[in-house]
Nanobody, 129 residues
Framework: QVQVVESGGGLVQSGGSLRLSCAAP????????IGWFRQAPGKEREWVSC????????AYTDSVKGRFTTSRDNAENTVYLQMNSLKSEDTAVYYC??????????????????????WGQGTQVTVSS
């Protein structure tokens, strides 16, 4: 099973910024569509963004458009989520995972060594108002 590490979360005031990282030291992320998802307390996990394989092209859920940007650094084998103008409703645990990207959303997929129901530990983002 792949080891995925999400990091970069923390406590930030409303309007602030954070950059999340998604790394998988022994797994090549470049050929995969990678989605960012989040889960707030008492709510279901939801899609946030998705970056297409071998590309910087990305899609975003409406609530984060214009505020969040996802990107890749293939040399570092890392996918990032830059979050600006954070709001209290962005408070959640954030996860990354292989996905099938489209302009309408990201569908979680399972691939060899990264099962459909496997999620990393996530990274907590807390935005204070």
């Amino acid at each position: 099973q792949v080891q995925v590490v999400e990091s970069g979360g923390g406590l930030v005031q409303s309007g602030g910024s954070l950059r999340l990282s998604c790394a998988a030291p022994d797994f090549n992320l470049e050929p995969q569509d990678i989605g960012w998802f989040r889960q707030a307390p008492g709510k279901e996990r939801e899609w946030v963004s998705c970056i297409y394989s071998r590309s910087e092209r990305a899609a975003y859920t409406d609530s984060v458009k214009g505020r969040f940007t996802t990107s890749r650094d293939n040399a570092e084998n890392t996918v990032y989520l830059q979050m600006n103008s954070l709001k209290s409703e962005d408070t959640a645990v954030y996860y990354c995972a292989p996905s099938k990207c489209s302009e309408n959303g990201a569908q979680r997929v399972g691939i060899p060594r990264w099962d459909f129901d496997y999620w990393g530990q996530g990274t907590q983002v807390t935005v204070s108002s």
